[in-house]
């Protein structure tokens, strides 16, 4: 008889800060052109990132695979129809793939790809 192994103690210690930036949906003006709102910015504690397996890299278009990519896994979900950017040890990276995962943990694991890095 196996006894469940209980992770609890250890988890904080892989949880990382980072800043999530959300777009609303794009709407149309009056002349017809599609207006994107300005970013929100919310702070979220709680995320596990690890670098991309092979596995999450073929979910990825060809021409997209040669782009840092990471593996991040909350239990917030991020948003793909307006992608989410994150900003983490300052970079930036757009989400690209989100996959629910609630049934297995009540987690959710984003994909997201470097766009640009932040000088300070």
Do not use: W
Request: proline share 6%.
């Amino acid at each position: 008889m196996s006894l469940p192994l209980d992770v609890a103690p250890v988890i904080d210690e892989f949880l990382v800060s980072m800043t999530v930036e959300r777009f609303p949906t794009p709407t149309r003006n009056a002349l017809g052109h599609m207006v994107t709102g300005s970013a929100v910015s919310t702070p979220l504690i709680g995320a596990g990132i690890v670098t991309t397996a092979r596995r999450h890299l073929e979910r990825l278009p060809e021409a997209d695979r040669q782009r840092e990519t990471i593996v991040v896994y909350t239990r917030t979900a991020t948003q793909l129809t307006t992608p989410d950017v994150i900003t983490l040890n300052s970079k930036r990276y757009q989400v690209t793939d989100v996959s629910d995962y609630a049934l297995q943990g009540d987690c959710f694991v984003t994909l997201a790809q470097l766009i640009e890095t932040v000088t300070l």
